[in-house]
């Protein structure tokens, strides 16, 4: 493959992103957030998909990124590094960059097939693992990692874990925080049409709202579970209560099921995945993440960028998002019962919410812009390189 050629008359590096599929999801959507705002002509991509892509791929907005589908099958598949190294060489990347547990074995198969220089990155946790201390997934991290040239860790609860369960030394490990488009994200104007269904909300209505995987790790029936606490807990404010879950995956059926058995279907509104979530958060007055674990939520940004207080679980990446009693709360993951409790707080005081959703805002344009991701990235592209052209 020929080299494009960057202002310089040197050949723009290319990037090959090996993720496990280019689906909905928060790892996925950073990625595409990094590649559509990286400054044109600094590096070309390459996503390297270990199963495939799907429409999601569609978010894309530049013509300098190839997508590449592996398919590999459930479980060990061998065959599919054999692909792989077949892939990288003949796209001959500058670098590899591998992202989470699923990728890393890819590792060997870049170092095998010639490419020197190779990042990974930790972005969040998986169900079976909350926290990284299985000992199996532990013993790989450990067992690649002389193979990683340099770590990109998320969250500091990563960061903590890679320098003190898998050894990486602190030259090697750089903390990139998402960041977010608060262009596209950004508090309801004045003038403002609701993409809520009609008659859904009336004026007094107040919107607990969510953007998520209906996952296991994303703990959905936890939210529902509270939503219908509340009709015991503020029993004359729960009829202009609303709830709304956008997104799709396999617990769909089982909150839908539960909500409709507790008799509060009618206020609650589950539209599957949607690609109108700017609006979405907009139409909200207070976001709920209820994860069992997580890196750095894109959704937490998305909220906080809205303008939208946060009330998130004490997990992995969330306590650097959300400040207590500034911007949201933090409550133990996996209790409904406390999660209820901590809305009442929020339903109750209209004040608290406008006060903690506009610093949330000002946050959010503070420490978590786009521009800010960029750059460390780029940092750490350029650190990698760098070490292996002298």
């Not at 709360?329 to 409790?341: M, R, T």
Request: with cysteine; net charge neutral.
């Amino acid at each position: 493959m020929r080299m494009s050629k960057a202002g310089s008359g040197r050949p723009v590096p290319l990037v090959a992103h090996v993720i496990h599929r280019l689906d909905v999801g928060g790892m996925e959507n950073g990625l595409v957030n990094l590649i559509n705002h990286m400054p044109p002509g600094s590096y070309r991509h390459a996503i390297v998909c270990m199963t495939d892509y799907t429409d999601f791929a569609r978010r894309i907005h530049r013509d300098d990124v190839t997508l590449h589908s592996l398919y590999k099958r459930e479980g060990k598949d061998l065959r599919v590094h054999l692909r792989l190294r077949h892939l990288l060489k003949t796209l001959r990347p500058d670098i590899v960059h591998t992202r989470n547990l699923a990728t890393l074995e890819a590792q060997v198969t870049a170092a095998l097939s010639g490419v020197k220089a190779r990042v990974h990155g930790e972005h969040g946790w998986d169900v079976g693992d909350l926290d990284g201390s299985r000992g199996k997934n532990r013993l790989m991290r450990r067992l690649v990692r002389p193979l990683v040239g340099q770590y990109i860790a998320l969250s500091r609860h990563q960061l903590d874990y890679l320098t003190r369960s898998v050894g990486v030394h602190p030259e090697r490990l750089s903390h990139v925080c998402n960041g977010v488009d608060i262009r596209r994200f950004s508090p309801r104007p004045h003038e403002w049409q609701s993409p809520l269904p009609e008659g859904f909300v009336a004026t007094d209505s107040i919107v607990i709202g969510t953007v998520l995987r209906m996952q296991t790790v994303k703990a959905p029936e936890d939210l529902a579970r509270a939503f219908i606490l509340l009709r015991e807990r503020v029993p004359e404010l729960f009829p202009r209560l609303r709830l709304v879950i956008v997104g799709d995956g396999p617990l769909f059926e089982a909150v839908s099921r539960m909500l409709a058995e507790a008799d509060v279907d009618a206020q609650a509104w589950l539209p599957g995945a949607r690609e109108d979530v700017p609006d979405l958060m907009r139409a909200m007055d207070i976001f709920v993440l209820p994860s069992l674990a997580e890196g750095i939520c894109n959704t937490i940004l998305e909220a906080m960028a809205s303008g939208l207080p946060v009330i998130a679980t004490d997990v992995g990446g969330n306590p650097d998002l959300v400040t207590v009693g500034e911007t949201g709360a933090l409550v133990p993951a996996g209790q409904p019962n406390a999660l209820a409790d901590a809305l009442v707080d929020y339903l109750t005081n209209a004040d608290r919410r406008e006060r903690e959703g506009k610093a949330a805002r000002a946050r959010a344009e503070k420490e978590f812009s786009m521009e800010a991701m960029v750059r460390g990235y780029m940092e750490v592209y350029g650190r990698v390189l760098r070490t292996h052209d002298t």
